[in-house]
């Protein structure tokens, strides 16, 4: 995943943000082949923004597993 916006070098400081920077980054703009790991999503779930409809489709997934 390429983002040309967002300097990843000084964001992968912070771990934390940089997981949910790139968590955000894959549900709204597009997977590129990518496997979304669903313990992340549960770990930083109340502090992603996603779409709503797509945050809605995602928790109804994640209630199944």
Do not use: C
């Amino acid at each position: 995943m390429h983002n040309w916006s967002t300097d990843e070098n000084s964001l992968k400081k912070n771990p934390e943000a940089h997981a949910i920077w790139k968590l955000e980054q894959l549900v709204n703009f597009g997977l590129d082949g990518e496997r979304l790991k669903i313990s992340e999503l549960k770990k930083y779930w109340s502090r992603l923004k996603l779409d709503p409809a797509r945050k809605r489709f995602l928790e109804l997934l994640l209630h199944d597993s």
